[in-house]
């Protein structure tokens, strides 16, 4: 029976290269010069500083913009935390993965309500969603497209 697997994982190098391009636009950036705005990255947390909220608020649309040029999801960027001091202020994104057992059966329980054949069920951090047909499949990928999942989410291994 064909099957596929529903998970929410981000390309570490693709973000990092959206983050990159975005370092390089605000250094070249006429409107960013003498505001100290600066984008850091490591493993889970992006950090964007700037001396105004203004210029703060533009370099998070800048990276959002590298975000979507690069294909990966503006949703990844999760629990937003602001800092403010005199002299700064800070804004810190923790980058989601993985889809947790709350969503999974939000999603499952999606696809149950719309596909009575299909089964689903939560792996480790992934759903394994499997059909008789492949074309099922296929309708429940477009469905899981098109409907308001708050969560980011991949299809992968594809198996007939």
């Known amino acids: 029976m064909p099957t596929f697997d529903i998970t929410s994982n981000f390309d570490k190098q693709e973000v990092t290269n959206a983050i990159d391009q975005a370092k390089r636009e ?64 800070k804004r810190f994104y923790n980058l989601k993965s993985g889809i947790t057992h709350d969503e999974s059966k939000f999603i499952t329980n999606l696809i149950k309500n719309n596909y009575k054949k299909i089964q689903s069920s939560y792996q480790n951090e992934s759903i394994r969603v499997t059909a ?3 074309d099922e499949l296929q309708d429940i990928i477009n469905f899981l497209k098109n409907s308001n999942i708050d969560t980011p989410i991949n299809f992968g291994n594809f198996r007939d």
């Open 26 to 89: 605000i250094v070249n950036r006429f409107d960013f010069r003498n505001t100290n705005t600066n984008i850091s990255y490591n493993e889970s947390t992006i950090t964007l500083v700037s001396s105004t909220l203004d210029r703060l608020n533009a370099a998070d649309q800048v990276l959002k913009e590298k975000f979507v040029k690069r294909n990966v999801s503006i949703k990844f960027l999760s629990n937003i935390k602001e800092e403010k001091t005199p002299s700064e202020v």
């Open 132 to 134: 008789k047909k492949k």
